[in-house]
């Protein structure tokens, strides 16, 4: 062998495709051929640009393999059916790149570092697009509504922010994240960094059937060396008119992903903004799954109930569809609690949680709650004859544990 | 005179890229006529489900992201659109005696009634397609497919659209009787007839509609691919996108007709049955034997040939020359795109033989065009039976030969078995059953059809989808039934 670094290959499943041609018209390189059988990608030609995808009438066209050496037009003729998922195994050392601009693909290497580096998606979460829209063409958005979702009174000031893409089409799954091009340039004359965050909305709109999503950002102001300074990216959005126009990438992300079938139980452990993704999770249960088989239960650590996000739409789900633990460090008179006190207080329901093969744990927020939390699970795990370590590694391994902080 | 006129925005209403809303012209007449058209849907679209909330997909533009929105919407309130594939600059008629001509951006007037004709009769199949299918949906084997059956009939409406854009922009008063006329026109009324014969019969169950979109909508394509290549611009880009949208009807009939074999072959193996013409045990299981599918497919193939026309034909010749309607896959065949000079093998039956005659190419178009469909079914035939020998059931479905069971072109008198042997009119009336659904086959497959309305559920003769649309699972609610 060679070395070669790994790559996504881009494959046809011979099992589905009806060969209508579609995907042959619609690549804009003629990466896409075909003999009687089958049609296939070229790897050597094909970009990435997914023009393919949306067209195909079967799915036939979104499969994908980590390969170290790519399958040649001729092998993939042959096939009655793609080959085994093998190659990925040996290759998972070498993960794919979560997004291909390398600036955001960093941003979420650092996110996911609390997970020991990426790990796979959950089983039945739905393919997602990465990578759609670019800092060289990237998609605009409309701002349609920009309201603080936290009281008026409180430090902490967070918004709820929902861009409209018009007709362009942006494909996104909860759990990813997008990026935002703040404009203009640094003091050095260079473009602004991207910054990443996660859609809070469901992949059918923030207002099902349109083209919308939401985004929670909190306004960053602090002092350093007795000045105040005030976050770009976030001030720029925060402070944002009703129909100004964004520059959006991406979307990002194809790990931290929601499991589409109904029997997942979803353990959503978050702090302030993090709370983005699990938004989206919920209301995609709650619009289109509400007699799920599988469990929500959503712990939420915030400062007060004024400055928790969202408090008070969340007070109005029916217990029925989630298991809602708002937990608060600074209510005057009470004692301080934390996600992690709270988790262990749960400690039964939680390790019932983790005997179960369709739990899906979920971890969003700052970096500071990571530690904590992977504490308790530990504890709990101690006291339920679970091996935490054991358990965390295969549930890493199947797709079932994943950790987004910042 | 006080009139109050409702404004409308039609850029909004009706997704398109013909500048629709800075030609007045055209937006007069799509105004006259698209509430006849909702009329119509109201009227002969899917009977019972106007209601229901149903997971499509919208074109509302022709680049990769525009072209498939997935959503729920209520069909009457779906966004029919008037989309062409974009413009190459540049353009040249590629074939007959025009070829090398920039390609037309107006009608040619010494064509204009060959042209018109030819959209009419592309045109009138689409709105005759839905009326067929109207009452399927009462039977669905699963949510999915019912989702399956009302995308493949939105799109069929918005085909019509695409022809009806044709008619009103560049054919003046004819075009706007002729839109008016495809509303009028019924499948199967005997007084208002639909201009095409298969398409007056109504789709009696699921397994026909799977053959019809497998093998009639094939035609369909074919017919498309052709006019895609058409010398007249505009006709050559409506008929490019509407390929784009066919390939999901393509792909609903071989995945029906596939995954009514799969149940078929796992429900055999499941009950210990090996023998294909153990039709009692098989049917007894609720699946639907081979035999019978494959009698199906006798039937579906040989009527959708007759479709093709004569073989042997001087108005395909003349289409072809005037640069309106090329073969299959013109630009992609290597010749001189005139034809003058070619000849093209046609088979003939003569005096109880088979007889290769070489006929003109030109003349031969329909003929030709007819082979090229043959083969382009294969494709779908030979997954069937590998899907078949994965099970280990021992029994191979295949096209019957196409001679067998023709009403039109040079084999209307022959009787011909599937497999090609030339009899007599007693033997064919003798052996007809063995070979093309009876009654009772019609019967059994009609008792099938009991809707399975349920979130996944899938009815006993059909294996549910190995992927479902949108990435969504088969347990989807693709249809929230109102």
């Not at chain 1, 995907?23 to 094909?46: F, G, L, M, Q």
């Not at chain 1, 079967?58 to 080959?83: C, F, H, K």
């Not at chain 2, 594939?85 to 070829?99: L, N, Q, T, Y």
């Not at chain 2, 290769?356 to 031969?364: D, F, G, K, S, T």
């Amino acid at each position: 062998m060679s070395g070669a670094q790994p790559k996504r290959q881009h494959l046809i499943d011979p099992e589905i495709c009806i060969r209508c041609n579609t995907c042959e018209e619609s690549c804009p390189i003629d990466a896409v051929t075909h003999n009687d059988d089958n049609y296939v990608v070229d790897a050597d030609k094909c970009e990435y640009c997914l023009h393919c995808i949306s067209p195909c009438p079967t799915g036939a066209i979104d499969n994908w393999r980590l390969v170290s050496q790519p399958y040649s037009l001729e092998e993939q003729m042959e096939w009655e059916e793609l080959p085994p998922e093998r190659q990925i195994e040996e290759a998972k050392t070498e993960p794919a790149s979560e997004a291909s601009e390398t600036e955001a693909a960093r941003i979420l290497e650092v996110a996911h570092a609390g997970q020991g580096g990426s790990v796979v998606p959950p089983g039945s979460a739905a393919k997602p697009y990465i990578n759609v829209f670019t800092r060289a063409e990237p998609a605009i958005a409309r701002v349609m509504g920009n309201r603080r979702i936290t009281d008026a009174g409180t430090e902490s000031d967070v918004r709820h922010i929902v861009l409209d893409f018009g007709s362009t089409a942006f494909p996104f799954l909860e759990g990813q994240s997008i990026g935002i091009v703040p404009p203009g340039t640094d003091d050095k004359g260079r473009a602004h960094a991207i910054r990443l965050y996660s859609v809070a909305s469901p992949r059918d709109g923030e207002r099902t059937n349109h083209n919308n999503l939401a985004l929670s950002v909190k306004r960053v102001v602090y002092t350093e060396n007795g000045e105040e300074v005030r976050g770009l990216a976030s001030n720029y959005l925060c402070d944002l008119e009703r129909g100004a126009e964004v520059k959006v990438t991406g979307p990002f992300g194809n790990t931290f992903l929601m499991p589409d079938h109904p029997e997942a139980n979803l353990i959503m452990i978050c702090t302030g903004t993090g709370a983005a993704p699990f938004r989206a999770m919920t209301e995609r249960r709650r619009r289109h799954f509400s007699n799920a088989s599988g469990k929500l239960m959503l712990l939420f650590g915030a400062r007060t109930p004024g400055e928790l996000p969202y408090f008070g739409p969340l007070t109005k789900l029916p217990e029925r569809l989630i298991d809602r633990q708002l937990v608060f460090s600074r209510v005057p008179g009470q004692d301080k609690e934390y996600v992690q006190d709270r988790m262990r207080k749960h400690a039964d329901v939680l390790a019932e949680y983790l005997k179960d093969e369709n739990t899906f744990v979920f971890i969003c927020g700052l970096k500071g709650m990571e530690q904590g939390v992977d504490e308790a699970f530990a504890e709990i795990c101690q006291n339920n004859e679970l091996d935490w370590p054991e358990l965390s590694t295969q549930m890493k391994a199947a797709g079932r544990y994943h950790v987004e902080t910042y | 005179m006080n009139e109050i006129v409702e404004q409308v925005n039609y850029d909004e209403l009706i997704p398109n890229n013909v500048e629709l809303a800075d030609d007045r012209r055209l937006k007069r007449a799509l105004e006259q006529w698209q509430p006849k058209f909702k009329e119509w849907w109201l009227d002969m679209g899917p009977e019972g489900f106007q209601a229901a909330q149903v997971y499509l997909r919208t074109a509302v533009g022709v680049d990769p992201k525009g072209w498939a929105k997935f959503g729920y919407v209520k069909m009457p309130d779906y966004r029919w659109g008037i989309l062409l594939a974009p413009k190459v600059e540049g353009r040249e008629i590629p074939f007959g005696a025009h070829k090398g001509e920039p390609a037309w951006q107006e009608v040619p007037g010494e064509y204009r009634a060959m042209l018109r004709r030819l959209i009419v009769i592309q045109g009138d199949t689409e709105p005759a397609s839905v009326e067929q299918q109207r009452h399927l949906g009462a039977t669905a084997p699963s949510l999915y497919d019912l989702r399956n059956l009302f995308q493949v009939n939105v799109e069929e409406g918005r085909h019509l659209w695409a022809m009806v854009y044709l008619l009103q922009k560049y054919f003046g008063r004819d075009g706007r009787e002729e839109a008016e006329m495809l509303l009028q026109r019924r499948s199967g009324n005997a007084d208002k007839p639909r201009i095409l014969g298969a398409f007056n019969e109504e789709t009696p169950d699921w397994l026909s509609f799977f053959m019809f979109t497998f093998f009639t909508d094939r035609d369909g394509k074919m017919q498309l691919e052709s006019l895609a290549q058409s010398g007249f611009d505009p006709l050559s880009r409506s008929c490019r996108f509407m390929l784009t949208e066919e390939a999901h009807h393509m792909f609903v009939g071989e995945t029906g007709v596939g995954r009514t074999i799969q149940r078929t072959c796992e429900a055999m193996v499941e009950a210990g049955i090996s023998d294909p013409n153990d039709v009692e045990a098989i049917r007894a299981l609720g699946v639907i034997d081979l035999p019978t599918i494959q009698r199906k497919v006798n039937f579906h193939f040989s009527v959708t040939l007759d479709l093709f026309g004569a073989e042997v034909s001087t108005n395909a010749a003349n289409a072809f020359n005037a640069g309106l309607k090329a073969r299959y896959q013109e630009i992609k065949l290597e010749d001189d795109h005139r034809l003058l000079d070619d000849t093209y093998p046609v088979l003939h039956c003569v005096d109880g033989q088979f007889v290769e005659q070489q006929e003109p190419a030109l003349n031969a178009l329909n003929g030709r065009l007819c082979d090229d469909y043959i083969k382009d079914c294969q494709g779908g035939i030979k997954r069937w039976n590998k899907m078949i020998a994965k099970t280990g059931v021992d029994f191979q479905i295949a096209s019957p030969h196409k001679a067998f069971n023709r009403r039109v072109g040079v084999f209307i008198d022959a009787h011909v078995s599937p497999e090609g042997e030339i009899l007599s009119q007693q033997e064919w009336a003798a052996r007809e059953s063995e070979w093309l659904a009876s009654v009772e086959d019609g019967e059994f497959i009609h008792s099938l059809m009991q809707p399975s309305s349920g979130i996944g559920e899938y009815a006993s003769w059909i294996a549910p989808p190995r992927v479902g649309i949108d990435g969504k699972p088969g347990d989807f609610e693709y249809v929230q039934l109102a």
